[in-house]
């Protein structure tokens, strides 16, 4: 088991207790080589219901979400309501390094199981919560989806079209990114308690997450007092004491859409980017009319709307004739700022993922299948990225844990099962 | 800043403009003493784009290139001089982490790759960030975020089935890739304490955002489903929208996910003659007429303000949420709760706001006290306290340019 070995969390425990919202944290912790024990409920975790499915049959042990996300952990299944779940839960909180959870704020500790109890039985525990909005505060028991959470976030407004209500993107993002800081916050916590052997409660707030992924859109409000708003094909570029300079970026082409940005000034790669087109297009007989422009002297401050339409309509025309493939390997070779729109046929098929040794296989042996996923995308040469197992049936790791583990009889186990508590 | 997580932990820090400075933000945040390294004769994109203080420009202005920097300290250096090269050498010499978001190729031109820098500290563990990775055909794809979110595949899943996709503002996938390598990067750490050794990280950004579509992912592996625009609409639930609200551009995003949020969601609007309609009363009654029913509940909603809706409707239990602009959020009271923008005096932008971590930590809090530094800020405290440079030698590294100041920003920067 060498290879096991490097992994750089080998030999970490995760008890993980979460829902849809907080699974990829533990599943980060697992790509770096933790143990993560998936707990569910004795029927399954309700996330398990969650689309899209293996073969589009809705069942529990066929959502394709779920095995993303659980990839790597082991699963038993628990009641944490009785008091016999309660205390195998808390023998299981003596050995392990972190707890992941979920649950509205307070539900924890509604039944002694809050961090300040468990910091009582293991004062080196870290207590990852996760929730839409964080532990305590107004908004602390909101309910949210992920197209409100993104709203809320600010991450709706900021994209649209000028004449219909802004969107939201078309893929769950709210709850992967409070899953994703919970892993950060885990692991910031983690560097303390092994220097100092002190635990503590790490507190994540999704919406705080959204609002971290904005990139300058708090900061144009706290400089300029704007709020950026989606305005469909464009950037709309704030202009001080004038109207936004509106610059089209997507651009229809004849298998798709590619991202353009037709500008130049003072930055020496936005100008030959430019040229570097226009020479594409003029070889075509396209867009002569900006044979010999003089990108270098476009300035975003004063340039008016209809110049920087004459350009972009010109070169938009060239595009339409052209795939995405043969613009952008062209944009590869003559560093032109342009990039496929790709959709998922897209980037399974890219020869860059895969050349990286990007993609994992991974066997599902009671679908008889195997399934191409995404791997990791750090590569560590001293620490190989390894797929520990396929995400766990129900309970499928019980008797590993209870009987071997923890030293249940299979008679204990039975009364366990029979009173609901696994 | 003893008693912090990171305080002790020294970070060498070459990377520039978004996803990179983040990294080494995240550390500084917890104590970590970060000294980043750029130069007046090229200026990162963030320092010339804005968004400025007033809509002045100028390199030190940028709210862009504060916002990934605060708390760290700020040189200015001409790596391109060979004696540039060699006071790098020291910082790495130095450090424990170097960190690097560089087009592939740049930091070996300066003898600054991982190789070069392990020669010179055999424990250095060292991180490069870039769109594509270290390899691979597309791996010298120039650098600009919006790269990842069109190869990762976001922009075709923004926007409306009806209509082109649409552009991520804000090149989202440049701010997730932060925190990924910041959780491989802590356990790097850690295995360095255990033995001793330094490793090598190498991020592909796109991956990142590839790895955040995994379900679409695995959708299109197995069931051959291309996943395509869908406007504010989703596969499973209905109602799932954005609706309209009283005031210039106002909205409420409402998703009802059960019947007893429906049943709920009726007693709020007053229970009104078509809630009874049986088309309505079940999911895939609801699902299947969504269109006049979202347009019934936008003739709800638009009688309140977006505050007003929500406060309603969660208050019955129903999830409703406003859509915040960028003023909101520095209105809305949770944010205010847990303390989400700090505000800090930088020394040309005056008091503005920085953003904190998403999690708070109950005993090892972070501490945001120190504005992002101007372009060479903290050279005298880098070159004589941490680098042990003489007065007379950090002069030297003035008159020959190796210390780069504001005479040295390109002109066609200063005249704007």
């Not at chain 2, 945001?368 to 070159?383: F, M, Q, R, S």
Request: glycine share 10%; proline share 5%; hydrophobic share 35%.
């Amino acid at each position: 088991m060498a290879e096991e070995k490097n992994s750089l969390l080998a030999g970490y425990r995760v008890l993980d207790l979460t829902d849809e919202k907080g699974q990829l944290c533990g599943k980060l912790l697992g790509d770096l080589g933790a143990d993560v024990i998936k707990i569910e409920p004795p029927r399954g975790d309700p996330a398990r219901n969650t689309g899209p499915f293996y073969k589009d049959i809705p069942h529990p042990e066929k959502s394709l979400f779920w095995f993303y996300t659980n990839l790597h952990k082991r699963s038993i299944t628990l009641n944490l309501e009785t008091s016999d779940g309660k205390g195998i839960f808390q023998r299981l909180v003596k050995s392990a390094d972190f707890v992941v959870e979920s649950f509205e704020p307070g539900y924890m500790e509604s039944f002694g199981l809050g961090y300040a109890e468990l910091e009582k039985i293991n004062p080196r525990i870290i207590v990852t919560s996760i929730t839409p909005f964080g532990q305590t505060g107004p908004y602390a028991h909101y309910k949210t989806t992920d197209i409100v959470g993104v709203a809320m976030g600010g991450m709706v407004y900021i994209y649209g079209e000028m004449d219909r209500p802004p969107n939201r993107l078309s893929c769950p993002q709210f709850y992967f990114l409070g899953g994703l800081h919970g892993a950060t916050g885990s692991m910031v916590a983690h560097y303390h308690r092994e220097l100092t052997g002190e635990g503590q409660q790490v507190d994540v707030s999704c919406q705080q997450a959204v609002v971290l992924s904005l990139m300058i859109v708090a900061e144009i409000w706290d400089m300029l007092k704007y709020s950026y708003r989606g305005m469909g094909p464009f950037y709309a570029g704030a202009r001080p004491g004038g109207s936004p300079l509106f610059s089209q970026v997507i651009y229809p082409c004849k298998d798709g859409h590619v991202f353009l940005l037709v500008t130049g000034a003072s930055q020496a790669g936005m100008v030959s980017s430019s040229r570097a087109l226009v020479e594409m297009a003029n070889r075509e007989g396209m867009a002569l009319e900006l044979k010999d422009y003089p990108w270098q002297t476009i300035d975003a401050a004063t340039i008016s709307q209809e110049e920087l339409t004459r350009l972009t309509d010109a070169i938009a025309g060239f595009i339409k004739t052209k795939t995405k493939a043969e613009l952008s390997s062209v944009a590869l070779e003559k560093g032109i700022l342009l990039a496929p729109l790709t959709t998922v046929k897209d980037v399974v098929e890219s020869p860059q993922f895969t050349a990286r040794g990007f993609w994992q296989e991974v066997e599902h042996p009671e679908l008889g299948a195997t399934i191409t996923y995404p791997g990791y995308p750090i590569k560590m040469n001293e620490a190989p990225y390894r797929v520990q197992r396929r995400a766990p049936l129900i309970g499928e790791h019980n008797e590993e844990i209870y009987e071997k583990e923890l030293g249940f009889s299979k008679e204990q186990l039975g009364i366990l099962k029979n009173c609901g508590v696994i | 800043m003893t008693g912090q997580v990171f305080a002790g932990l020294k970070v060498a820090d070459f990377s520039w403009v978004g996803a990179g400075p983040q990294i080494a933000r995240e550390l500084a945040f917890y104590g970590a003493t970060v000294v980043r390294i750029e130069c007046h004769r090229w200026p990162e994109t963030t320092r010339t784009a804005g968004p400025f203080k007033d809509g002045i420009t100028g390199i030190n202005r940028s709210a862009f290139t504060a916002a990934y920097n605060v708390n760290k300290y700020g040189i200015s250096l001409d790596l391109n001089m060979s004696k540039g090269q060699e006071i790098a050498k020291k910082l790495v010499q130095w450090a424990d982490i170097v960190s690097d978001s560089m087009s592939v190729g740049a930091m070996a031109k300066w003898g600054l790759d991982y190789e070069s820098c392990k020669k010179i500290k055999p424990e250095i563990i060292y991180f490069s960030t870039t769109q594509m990775g270290q390899h691979g055909p597309y791996n010298k794809v120039k650098g600009y975020g919006f790269i990842g979110v069109s190869y990762a595949g976001y922009s075709h899943l923004n926007g409306w089935p009806d209509r082109d996709p649409l552009p991520l503002f804000n090149n989202y996938s440049d701010f997730i890739s932060p925190y990924y390598l910041i959780t491989a990067l802590v356990a790097a750490l850690i295995r360095k304490r255990k033995t001793g050794k330094g490793m090598y990280l190498d991020q592909s950004q796109v991956e990142v955002g590839v790895s955040f579509l995994a379900p679409s992912i695995l959708d299109y592996m197995v069931n051959g489903r291309i996943a395509c625009r869908m406007g504010n609409r989703d596969p499973y639930v209905a109602p799932h929208g954005i609706f309209p609200c009283s005031g210039t551009d106002c909205w409420v995003a409402i998703a009802i996910t059960n019947d007893e949020e429906w049943q709920n969601f009726c007693s709020v609007i007053g229970n009104p003659d078509w809630t009874k309609d049986s088309r309505f009363s079940t999911m895939l009654g609801r699902k299947g007429n969504e269109d006049e029913l979202e347009e019934r509940i936008g003739e709800w909603t638009q009688n309140y303000t977006a505050d007003q809706a929500m406060t309603m409707l969660q208050e019955a239990g129903v999830p409703a949420g406003v859509i915040q602009k960028a003023e909101g959020l520095f209105n809305d009271p949770q944010l205010k709760h847990r303390e989400h923008f700090r505000f800090l005096e930088h020394k040309e932008i005056g008091v503005h706001a920085y953003q904190s971590p998403a999690y708070r930590l109950s005993k090892t809090p972070c501490s945001i006290t120190k504005a992002a530094p101007c372009l060479g800020e903290d050279n005298e405290y880098v070159y004589k306290e941490i680098l042990g440079l003489s007065d007379d030698e950090v002069a030297d590294l003035l008159i020959e340019g190796v210390i780069t100041t504001d005479t040295d920003i390109p002109e066609v920067l200063c005249g704007k």
